[in-house]
């Protein structure tokens, strides 16, 4: 399955539970903390119907974890249980009116099992794969680049044009044109270069509020998949990877404003430090294999045309054999 048809996957399946509890998640929570209950014991009566605290803590245990979190807590419990008991009346109630044998309704209620088999495929396939020590070992050095680091110190000069990227407030008005910003932080480059400190140098003409205070001590800076809380961007990575330790790039405008980044090491991981990431990109691997020969096996065919992803001439025509 492709990384595309994961998400669509994925995201089908998070919207209809997203959906659902969402009033939910967004109402103030209630304090307090449960009390200890036997897992035997009836905590919600729906009619006829009994829920044990067991059965309601499963439910809890398969929820995305952003939403477990909430309903797990003394606050979101309440909530977690009005969540139960709405889904439990309405949905006896859609069934009393036999809604789920309206066409549109069956559609949905097919994909929507459809893609939650799939997923639950997808990570049993992804569980049974085994990484041995050696297909690690190959895997990171066949792809070093790609875990690389860099521990990394920046000066930034704010300027007019990158004032949106600010949250304090600052007119724009106040704040120095570009040309007048690129010069200040070439002649900050000038002075590092004929001696002074870099560190002090951040520490008194940087305009990045996350850097400053620390030297423009900017942390470690991965080559690739860098963690996407990190605002850095693609120029920025560039140069970063293009400088050997101890040396400055030239000033690059960015999205921040007018930038100066030194490189103060070069970091290349042992395999126990990123081994999951390295045993998790093998398994990926290999279930894409293993996918790829159940579509081979199976004969499955689309339509380019239809779907645009080849020409009229070689869609595939209905019932055509594989």
């Given at each position: 399955?492709?990384?595309?048809?994961?998400?669509?996957?994925?995201?089908?399946?998070?919207?209809?539970?997203?959906?659902?509890?969402?009033?939910?998640?967004?109402?103030?929570?209630?304090?307090?903390?449960?009390?200890?209950?036997?897992?035997?014991?009836?905590?919600?009566?729906?009619?006829d119907?009994k829920?044990?605290a067991?059965e309601v803590?499963?439910?809890?245990?398969n929820?995305?974890?952003?939403?477990r979190?909430?309903?797990?807590?003394?606050?979101?419990?309440?909530?977690?249980?009005e969540f139960?008991?709405?889904?439990?009346?309405?949905?006896?109630?859609?069934?009393?009116?036999r809604?789920?044998?309206?066409?549109?309704?069956?559609?949905s209620?097919?994909?929507?099992?459809?893609?939650?088999?799939?997923?639950?495929?997808?990570?049993e396939?992804?569980?049974?794969?085994?990484?041995?020590?050696?297909?690690?070992?190959?895997?990171?050095?066949?792809n070093?680049?790609?875990?690389?680091q860099?521990?990394?110190?920046?000066i930034?000069?704010?300027?007019?044009?990158?004032?949106?990227?600010y949250?304090?407030?600052?007119?724009?008005?106040?704040?120095p044109?570009?040309?007048?910003?690129?010069?200040k932080?070439?002649?900050i480059?000038k002075?590092?270069?004929?001696g002074?400190?870099f560190?002090?140098?951040?520490?008194?003409?940087?305009?990045?509020?996350?850097?400053?205070?620390k030297?423009?001590?900017?942390?470690?800076v991965?080559?690739?998949?860098?963690?996407?809380?990190v605002?850095?961007?693609?120029p920025m990575?560039?140069?970063?990877?293009?400088?050997?330790?101890?040396?400055?790039s030239?000033?690059?405008?960015?999205?921040?404003?007018?930038?100066?980044?030194?490189?103060e090491?070069?970091?290349?991981?042992k395999?126990e430090?990123?081994?999951?990431?390295?045993?998790n990109?093998?398994?990926?691997?290999?279930?894409?294999?293993?996918?790829?020969g159940?579509?081979?096996?199976?004969?499955?065919?689309?339509?380019?045309?239809?779907?645009?992803?080849?020409?009229?001439?070689?869609?595939?025509?209905?019932?055509?054999?594989?």
């Amino acid at each position: 399955m492709s990384q595309l048809n994961r998400s669509i996957v994925t995201i089908f399946c998070a919207v209809c539970l997203f959906s659902a509890l969402r009033p939910f998640a967004q109402a103030p929570a209630p304090v307090g903390s449960p009390p200890a209950t036997s897992p035997d014991a009836v905590v919600i009566t729906v009619g006829d119907l009994k829920m044990t605290a067991s059965e309601v803590e499963s439910m809890l245990d398969n929820l995305p974890p952003q939403n477990r979190r909430f309903f797990s807590s003394p606050g979101g419990r309440a909530q977690f249980a009005e969540f139960i008991v709405r889904n439990k009346l309405l949905s006896a109630e859609a069934e009393k009116r036999r809604l789920q044998e309206r066409d549109d309704v069956k559609l949905s209620l097919n994909t929507f099992r459809e893609s939650f088999l799939a997923n639950v495929m997808q990570n049993e396939l992804m569980k049974e794969t085994k990484v041995s020590d050696a297909e690690s070992e190959k895997f990171l050095n066949d792809n070093l680049a790609s875990f690389e680091q860099a521990k990394v110190r920046r000066i930034v000069i704010r300027s007019a044009s990158s004032n949106q990227f600010y949250a304090d407030g600052k007119p724009s008005d106040q704040l120095p044109t570009d040309d007048q910003a690129k010069a200040k932080a070439e002649d900050i480059r000038k002075k590092i270069s004929e001696g002074a400190d870099f560190e002090e140098m951040a520490a008194k003409f940087s305009d990045d509020p996350m850097t400053s205070g620390k030297g423009g001590d900017f942390g470690t800076v991965r080559r690739v998949n860098q963690d996407p809380r990190v605002l850095i961007t693609p120029p920025m990575l560039d140069a970063i990877f293009a400088l050997k330790p101890g040396e400055m790039s030239p000033v690059l405008q960015t999205p921040f404003g007018f930038e100066l980044l030194k490189v103060e090491a070069r970091i290349t991981p042992k395999l126990e430090a990123v081994r999951q990431e390295v045993d998790n990109r093998i398994r990926q691997q290999k279930y894409e294999a293993l996918y790829q020969g159940l579509k081979d096996r199976t004969g499955v065919k689309t339509d380019g045309a239809y779907f645009g992803t080849g020409s009229p001439a070689a869609s595939v025509q209905p019932n055509q054999k594989p």
